[in-house]
C-alpha cells in the first residue's frame, strides 16, 4: 500500500509538471535584433543559439516601447503601458509614476496557480523612495525579489545597488549577468516547496551603460578600451550565465518541463546593432523597437522553426495563458495576442490588434504596424521636451492629435526608406482611423499621475 501510494504521488507530481510547465523569462536590456548569433549577429551565443535552434525563433519580433520601463510594464501586463500607468522611462526620485497594483501581472496570473514566484535583476518598474511610497514586486505577485532601481551601479562590475526583499545588499564582487543567475540558482536551491512549479524572472542589465565585462571576454572583439568591444562582452558574458541556468534546470531534470522565453526591452543604442533598420533605441524607428524573440520549451514549441509573423513582447502574458491553459484577464483590454499556434506550427493564427507605439519624447511620437505595413506620425503640438519624463505633461499627450502620417511597406522596405502615404492614400486614411481609435483607449485608461497629490 505504501508503495502504491509513492507511485500515485509520483504520478501526481508528474502530471502536475507536464500541465504546469515552469516559467523562466529572459530578458536583456537595451539589446540590438543584430547583436546575438542565431541573428547573424557578430558575438558568439552558443546558449541562446541552442535555445532558439530547440525551440520558436521569431525574425520580426517588437518590445513594447523603444525606452526600458515601459516595455517591461507591457511584458508583465500584455497591455500597452500607459494603460498600466508607465508613459516612459521611471526616474523614481523624481516621479510618482510606477507599474499600477490594479494591473494583473504574468506573476500573479501563475501564483494564482500554484506557482512559486520570483524576480531577479533590473526592475525599473518603480520602488519605493523616501518621497514616494511606491509599490515592489511583492505588491505585484513575486514571493521573492532580487533587484536595481535601474542600472546596475556603479556599472555591470562589482554593482553596488542591489535590493533583496526590501533590504540593501551593499556591494557585490562580479559582473551583474552572473550575479543575477547566481541568485537566480540560489533561488532554485533553497525554495521550500519544490513540487510546485515556478516562475522565475530573469531581466538582465547588459548590454545597457555603463558597461563592463571580463577582460579575457572583451578582448575576444576587440582592445580593451574599444566601447563596441566592451559592448559585446557583455552580451558574451550574459549568454555564459544564462548557460549556467539552463545547466542548472538540466540537473534539476526540469528542462524538458520548462518554457523559456528570451527577447529584449528595446533596440540598441548603437546604431551599427540594429541590422540595418532604421533608428535606434529611444525611437520608434524599426531600430528602436525591434528585438530578438525565441521560445522554448520541449515537446510543445517546435523545434527549429523560424516564423516570419510579427510577434511582440505584448503578446507574452496573452501567449503564457494559451500555452498553459489559463485565462487571460477579461475585465480589461489586453492589447496583445496569443502567439501558441504560430509557436506549435500551425498557420491560423489572426492578430486581433496591430501593434501599437507611442513614446511622447520620440519623432516619430507614434508608431502603428498592420500587417506588413508601418504607419508613423509627429506629434501635433507645441511640447517643450527633455530627457526626464514630466508628468504634468499628461494631460496634453492625452489629448494630443499627430500630423505628418508616413507609410512603409515593410515586406519590402524593412529600413523604412521610402514614404508610400501619397501613392496609397486609401490605405494611410483607414490605418489612420485605426491608429486613433487604438490611441484613444489607451489614453483614456492612462493614469492622471499629475493629478495626485
Known amino acids: ?5 509513492a507511485l500515485l504521488l509520483a504520478f501526481s507530481v508528474s502530471f502536475l509538471r507536464a500541465e504546469q510547465p515552469n516559467v523562466v523569462i529572459l530578458l536583456a536590456d537595451d539589446l540590438g535584433y543584430k547583436d546575438i548569433g542565431c541573428y547573424g ?10 535555445l532558439a535552434a530547440n525551440g520558436t525563433r521569431f525574425e520580426t519580433f517588437y518590445s513594447g516601447c523603444a525606452v526600458c520601463s515601459p516595455s517591461r510594464a507591457s511584458l508583465l501586463t500584455g497591455r500597452h503601458h500607459i494603460r498600466a500607468g508607465v508613459y516612459s522611462w521611471i526616474s523614481d526620485d523624481r516621479q510618482q509614476s510606477h507599474l499600477l497594483e490594479r494591473e494583473v501581472t504574468i506573476a500573479e496570473l501563475l501564483k494564482d496557480q500554484g506557482y512559486s514566484t520570483a524576480h531577479v535583476g533590473k526592475w525599473h518598474l518603480g520602488l519605493p523612495t523616501e518621497k514616494y511610497d511606491k509599490p515592489t514586486p511583492a505588491e505585484h505577485g513575486f514571493d521573492y525579489w532580487f533587484a536595481t532601481w535601474n542600472n546596475a551601479n556603479p556599472s555591470h562590475r562589482n554593482p553596488n545597488n542591489f535590493i533583496r526583499n526590501g533590504e540593501a545588499v551593499g556591494e557585490l564582487e562580479g559582473y551583474a549577468c552572473q550575479i543575477v543567475v547566481d541568485e537566480a540558482i540560489d533561488w532554485l536551491d533553497d525554495r521550500d516547496e519544490t513540487t510546485k512549479p515556478f516562475f522565475l524572472n530573469v531581466w538582465f542589465h547588459e548590454p545597457h551603460q555603463r558597461i563592463a565585462a571580463p577582460d579575457t571576454i572583451v578582448s575576444e572583439y576587440g582592445e580593451l578600451t574599444d566601447q563596441a568591444a566592451i559592448y559585446s562582452g557583455t552580451i558574451d558574458n550574459t549568454d555564459r550565465a544564462i548557460a549556467r541556468l539552463v545547466a542548472k534546470l538540466e540537473a534539476m531534470d526540469v528542462l524538458n518541463d520548462t518554457l523559456i522565453v528570451y527577447m529584449s526591452d528595446n533596440g540598441s543604442y548603437r546604431e551599427e546593432r540594429t541590422g540595418g533598420l532604421r533608428g535606434k533605441k529611444g525611437g520608434n524607428w524599426e531600430g528602436g523597437i525591434r528585438v ?3 521560445f522554448h520549451w520541449p515537446g510543445k514549441i517546435k523545434k527549429g522553426q523560424v516564423r516570419q509573423e510579427p510577434g511582440g513582447i505584448v503578446d507574452v502574458l496573452p501567449t503564457l495563458c494559451g500555452l498553459l491553459g489559463i485565462d487571460a484577464p477579461a475585465d480589461r483590454p489586453i492589447d496583445g495576442s496569443d502567439l501558441t499556434p504560430l509557436l506549435v506550427g500551425k498557420e491560423t ?9 507611442h513614446l511622447q519624447r520620440s519623432n516619430p511620437i507614434v508608431a502603428m504596424r498592420s500587417g ?13 521636451l527633455h530627457n526626464m519624463f514630466e508628468e504634468e505633461w499628461i494631460p496634453l499627450i492625452k489629448s494630443g492629435r499627430y500630423k ?7 515586406s519590402k522596405d524593412p529600413g523604412q526608406e521610402n514614404d508610400i502615404a501619397a501613392s496609397e492614400p486609401e490605405r494611410t486614411e483607414r490605418l489612420k482611423k485605426e491608429l486613433y481609435r487604438i490611441n484613444s483607449s489607451i489614453m483614456a485608461d492612462g493614469e492622471d499621475w499629475h493629478l495626485r497629490d
Do not use: C
Not at 549577429?41 to 541552442?50: E, I, M, N, S, Y
Not at 505628418?404 to 515593410?410: C, K, V
Open 404 to 410: 505628418n502620417f508616413q507609410l512603409f511597406d515593410l
Open 1 to 5: 500500500m505504501i508503495r502504491f501510494s
Open 41 to 50: 549577429g557578430p558575438v558568439k551565443t552558443p546558449a541562446l543559439d541552442a
Open 372 to 384: 506588413d505595413y508601418s504607419l508613423v506620425a509627429e506629434r501635433d503640438y507645441e511640447m517643450s
Open 349 to 357: 493564427f489572426k492578430r486581433h490588434q496591430p501593434f501599437f507605439w
Open 292 to 294: 530578438p524573440g525565441i
